[in-house]
């Protein structure tokens, strides 16, 4: 098995909070991200496909193929985005790192192929990262 990834990147804004706790839990779970007028965070993103090669083309798959994928399926949908306001996945869910990195695998899942492994590593900061693989 081989595993083949291809980096990505994209900017939004988030607010991390529950509306059925208080102000005062909000801050002490959430701190700075319950921000209320949202804050941003630059997203960057490994997306790794992992399979046997294929023996006429040598690829696990082509990763032409998977950064079209990631620009339609993510970029387009998250990229300078209010990730409450303007993506649906995030309507009653926090947008914290472990669930953009669940929207994003549960978007691109369908588009690769069944026989292959696809594992999300999502950096919220460069220190602060996440990984998902269904
Ligand atoms: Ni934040």
Redesign the pocket.
Known sequence: MVKVSRKANFNAA?R?YRPDWSDEKNDAVFGK?NNPNY?G?NYDLVVSVTGEIDQQTGFVMDLKVLKGLIKEHVEEALDHKNLNKDVPEFEGLNPTAENIAVVIWNKLRPHIEKTKTLEIVLY?TPRNFVTYSG
């Open positions: 988030h991390l991200c804050h965070h919220e």
